[in-house]
């Protein structure tokens, strides 16, 4: 009964798998469908009749709603199994449709931009699509910076082979690589993702001999994965160029509806703070014996309450208990995750590593998936894409285009969940070993957000510019990769892990690029949100889901500014949200010299 409760059900969608008959009926329907309407589309967008675009826009959004079902059935299938060879052959298709998809819209954006303006005021004026109205003027705005309708076309089509086939290679390498440990004696296989979650593991013995191993295994295949990295970039860099983008954050700043002052505020915050978790780092060492972490003792457990077993039910009640402290409906809807079957969390060999959230907006249905060992870290990780879950929950109703939030405001929800577990973790624990314990695993995402991912936004940028002259050998791939490690986590580790850019599988998502700074800003977003969600009390769940429910439908200085009231391009904000953390680290940093004073 456990093992089935730890898998997902995806026959409530389409039933029989990378096998199904319907889903193949539903890939034809959509397929046919797409290809009838992008044939209409470069007449029928030279109408000016008020009535014909809203119900051109109601069926690009329809369209879209079908695409995405497609495309997350088939990612769920492939990351549960990473030999589905059905699945790999599936996901091929989807990315054709995808094309398809992106032409109709380069075709949809083109007609948007050469509207009479008189027409195009009359368009954003009907009630019928106020709720879709700023999406509406982005998609107008934004292809004014493209290219010609013909060479963006030309583009979407050369990425299905050109550019997202690199990132559909790295997962076949990935599926196919494993490493072997000694466990009671016996030699044992493991997934990679499996070997990451024996990183967290209580015993250094255990963390060295898999990190040795996992740096190792990362290298034997670094050509491959050099290759795709520099595929990709390149790819990015020639689009950027052909556009008349000059810098490699523009994307990144406009998908996630973000001022370039803002992210250079928010880093500049963090590095002001920095010093306060460092010294987290040094006590946590001090703790485990050591002179400085190394690179797998950063998220090591400490005592007993961290290292002990967390069985998967238990993660069930505990998630939706803390969620209850905040919002009945939140606590209700995570519960029902579980009875529904919609988490995959079992541990076992042939998933991919990592962890997703993915919304199904025709069924609409969630699926979450993760790898669960039994870890208070485990749990964290699903309380975090319980987040993601109830995001897309809240949002029920509205158009397409009203739902489609960025990254950076999508890591709001999810790390607001994991506060509300960590924090009241924290205020519950019983004596000096179990407050630790919960002070290291808070704190240790602190880190995560402030100096890993740091360290992945430095890497790119330095890999970027690198990359502008031509690609970049391994041996300056890792180079920088450690270097940016170095300058992120202050010199503070011990030893570093120079083949992180082949074993992230961020690096080699080709639907986002720069997927790094978004999980920062959501963290200390979210962490703002919470502190005012403890100042108010019980009546600030409204106003969560209020600017959720707006998290699609302006930029974030706007939806700060909205709901908060406060001014994100000045680090007041981003001050005020870090102080909230900064009690911890001194608490953590007291209580180990407290007990080193023993």
Not at 210 to 235: P, Q, R
Not at 308 to 328: C, D, L, M, T, W
Not at 466 to 495: F, H, W
Request: hydrophobic share 40%.
């Amino acid at each position: 009964m456990e093992h089935k409760a730890q898998t997902w059900d995806l026959d409530s969608v389409f039933p029989g798998g990378s096998e199904s008959s319907e889903f193949r009926a539903f890939l034809d329907q959509l397929a046919s469908d797409t290809a009838t309407f992008a044939d209409q589309l470069t007449k029928r967008v030279q109408s000016t009749d008020r009535d014909d675009w809203i119900h051109m826009i109601e069926t690009v959004q329809n369209l879209a709603d079908r695409q995405r079902e497609a495309g997350a059935f088939v990612s769920c299938l492939g990351a549960a199994d990473t030999k589905d060879r059905e699945a790999k052959i599936l996901r091929g298709r989807i990315s054709q449709l995808g094309a398809q998809l992106n032409s109709m819209f380069t075709t949809f954006d083109a007609g948007l931009e050469n509207l009479d303006d008189a027409v195009w005021q009359s368009l954003l004026a009907d009630e019928r699509l106020q709720t879709v109205r700023f999406s509406l003027e982005e998609r107008r705005k934004r292809a004014k910076q493209r290219m010609t309708p013909a060479a963006e076309k030309l583009v979407s089509d050369l990425m299905v082979d050109g550019y997202h086939g690199w990132g559909q290679l790295y997962d076949t390498i990935v599926g196919k690589m494993s490493l072997t440990i000694e466990e009671d004696g016996q030699p044992k296989s493991l997934s990679m993702g499996q070997a990451h979650n024996k990183l967290s593991s209580p015993h250094q013995a255990v963390r060295n001999e898999v990190f040795s191993k996992w740096e190792s295994t990362w290298a034997s295949e670094s050509d491959l994965f050099g290759d795709t990295i520099n595929h990709l970039a390149g790819f990015r860099l020639a689009a950027y160029k052909h556009r008349g983008w000059d810098s490699v954050l523009q994307e990144p700043l406009e998908i996630n509806r973000m001022d370039e002052e803002t992210l250079n505020v928010m880093w500049r915050v963090i590095e002001e703070n920095k010093p306060r978790f460092t010294e987290y780092m040094s006590a946590k060492a001090k703790l485990l014996g050591l002179e400085k972490l190394g690179w797998q003792d950063v998220d090591a457990p400490i005592g007993t309450t961290s290292s002990k077993s967390v069985s998967y039910e238990e993660a069930r009640k505990f998630i939706v208990n803390q969620f209850g402290s905040f919002s009945p409906d939140m606590a209700d809807f995570a519960d029902s995750c579980f009875e529904r079957r919609w988490i995959e969390a079992e541990d076992r060999p042939g998933k991919r590593p990592g962890a997703f959230c993915t919304s199904f907006p025709v069924s609409q249905q969630t699926r979450v998936f993760t790898t669960f060992s039994g870890t208070v870290g485990n749990v964290s990780t699903l309380a975090h894409e319980l987040g993601h879950a109830y995001h897309q929950h809240v949002m029920a109703g509205l158009p397409r285009f009203a739902q489609n939030y960025a990254m950076n405001v999508a890591e709001t929800a999810s790390t607001f969940a994991e506060m509300i577990v960590s924090d009241a973790s924290l205020k519950a624990a019983e004596g000096e070993e179990e407050r630790l314990a919960l002070l290291d695993d808070k704190l240790h995402r602190s880190v995560a957000m402030f100096m890993n991912i740091h360290a992945r936004f430095l890497f790119e940028t330095s890999f970027y510019e690198e990359r502008k002259q031509g690609p970049v050998s391994v041996e300056r791939i890792n180079t920088l990769m450690e270097n940016a490690q170095k300058e992120a986590y202050c010199d503070a580790l011990g030893s570093y892990h120079p083949h992180f850019w082949a074993s992230k599988l961020h690096f080699y998502i080709t639907g986002t690029p720069f997927y790094n700074f978004p999980y920062t800003f959501g963290y200390l977003f979210s962490t703002g949100l919470y502190a005012q969600s403890q100042k108010e009390g019980a009546g600030f769940a409204d106003r969560y889901v209020a600017l959720l429910r707006d998290t699609a439908s302006m930029r974030v200085e706007d939806l700060a500014k909205k709901h908060l009231g406060v001014d994100l391009r000045e680090p007041t904000f981003w001050r005020e949200a870090i102080a909230t953390l900064l009690p911890d680290a001194r608490e953590f940093v007291d209580l180990v010299a407290k007990r080193q004073a023993r």
